[in-house]
């Protein structure tokens, strides 16, 4: 059984930091891939950013480069976002998914075939 273990949301102030961090354990790849989606009130979910195991292969939705790093621990089979210059508009659930077959990764939710509960991003003053 696939297990996801999602943590660092909360309450930032615009222009602020966070870090999530997204666990995952239970499954078996010889190559896989972990997206991060995040999904506001009243809006489609949306693809932020994912990385492959092999190659640290990354992508980023346009919205978030150059504030948003991916990246990843294989030994603790471990991705984390790093979130800079956080805005209002980045407020949204955030979760994380696996893509168990994949050489290389999309910021499309249909690749993905099991994910996280999520957690709450709010950036407000």
């Known amino acids: 059984q696939v297990q996801f273990v999602e943590s660092g949301g909360g309450l930032v102030q615009p222009g602020g930091s966070l870090r999530l961090s997204c666990a995952v354990s239970g499954f078996r790849s010889n190559g896989y891939a972990i997206g991060w989606f995040r999904q506001a009130p009243g809006k489609e979910r949306e693809g932020v950013s994912c990385?492959?195991?092999?190659?640290?292969?990354?992508d980023y939705a346009d919205s978030v480069k150059d504030r948003f790093t991916i990246s990843r621990d294989l030994a603790k089979n471990t991705v984390y976002l790093q979130m800079n210059s956080l805005k209002p508009q980045d407020t949204a659930v955030y979760y994380c998914a696996i893509d168990l077959i994949a050489q290389t990764c999309y910021l499309d939710a249909d690749e993905y075939d099991y994910w996280g509960q999520g957690t709450q991003v709010t950036v407000s003053s």
């Open positions: 990385i492959t195991r092999d190659f640290g292969n990354t």
